[in-house]
């Protein structure tokens, strides 16, 4: 019924199994898993939202979040990436953070526009869609300079899904908005621009991938706090993220002018510098000019 495939195998070029007898560790699929749960987890807060279960809803997106930032972590560490495991994950991200958030902002608020709520829906289903195909382009890039990799280029998908659901948090707090529909359906629109945007904004990566020892425990109470603070006050915990958040986009946008600046400045000069060695020196005859402009050039 299930004929035996192998995503790792190239019929072009006729090569052998990738695994011998056709069977595949179990490590290899440890990282799958984790992304079918989220994308679980995603579809089930499209249900929640869909029956006005809003505490549940935020509840299974986070989730689906928090599975989405580890998947690719298992995968290296148990050296287990795939090309099948990255198109995947990229699926499950576009339900989880392009279609959820919106089904669930349609039926908190903006089905009270009808169309044009509707069409909020779309624009930020699409601009989702659009960042992950423009972040999955981007990983066959090579060229890039080493301080790029400190920064994203517009507000990543699961961010956009999490900061996207401010005015439910704010609402949990105790802030009623429903005169301001319209402005859900204006910010909703912009966090779905700023995810297509080529506004630079923090990657994770600008942590690293290593700390000093004595770091590690105050790393790990911060951890704790974070996970007590989320699991007591969700809804304050997300809302002060998201605003946090926001309020940082500015920050990276100048962080990146600075860095470019100095690349730059470095650029120069180390062309200034290169082309102070090439200059003839005086003295010297004409065909030994001649020889260092061509081995210059």
């Known amino acids: 019924m299930f004929p035996p495939f192998d995503p790792e195998r190239d019929d072009h070029k006729r090569r052998p199994l990738a695994f011998a007898r056709g ?23 499209i249900r929640m939202g869909i029956e006005h279960r809003w505490d549940l809803a935020v509840a299974a997106l986070v ?8 998947d690719g972590h298992v995968a290296r560490l148990l050296k287990a990436s795939s090309r099948f495991g990255a198109e995947l994950d990229s699926l499950a991200d ?7 958030p919106a089904i669930i902002m349609f039926n908190w608020a903006l089905e009270d526009l009808r169309s044009l709520g509707w069409i909020a829906v779309l ?10 195909a423009r972040f999955n382009v981007s990983l066959d890039r090579t060229d890039l300079p080493a301080w790029k990799n400190a920064f994203f280029v517009g507000v990543p ?6 900061i996207v659901l401010l005015p439910i948090y704010a609402q949990d707090l105790g802030l009623h908005l429903p005169i301001l529909t319209p402005l859900v359906l204006v910010y909703t629109l912009v966090i ?11 990657s994770i990566k600008m942590i690293g991938q290593r700390i000093r020892r004595e770091y590690v425990p105050p790393v790990f109470v911060l951890a704790a706090l974070f996970i007590a603070l989320l699991l007591t006050y969700p809804s304050l915990t997300l809302a002060a993220g998201s605003v946090a958040y926001l309020a940082l986009i500015p920050v990276s946008a100048y962080r990146y002018l600075a860095e470019k600046r100095k690349a730059e400045e470095h ?11 090439d ?16 081995a210059g050039s």
């Open 157 to 162: 998908a699961p961010a956009g899904a999490i």
């Open 23 to 45: 069977q595949v560790p179990i490590r290899v699929l440890i990282p799958n898993i984790f992304t079918l749960v989220g994308l679980c987890a995603g579809l089930t807060a």
């Open 63 to 70: 989730f689906a979040a928090f599975l989405d930032g580890i």
């Open 192 to 202: 779905a621009l700023l995810m297509v945007s080529n506004v630079p904004t923090f």
């Open 267 to 277: 650029a120069k000069a180390q062309n200034g510098h290169g082309a102070g060695k």
């Open 123 to 132: 624009v930020f289903a699409v601009c989702s869609a659009l960042r992950l």
């Open 94 to 100: 576009f339900v989880n953070f392009g279609v959820a």
């Open 279 to 294: 200059e003839p020196q005086p003295g010297k005859s004409s065909a030994k000019r001649d020889k260092s402009l061509s």
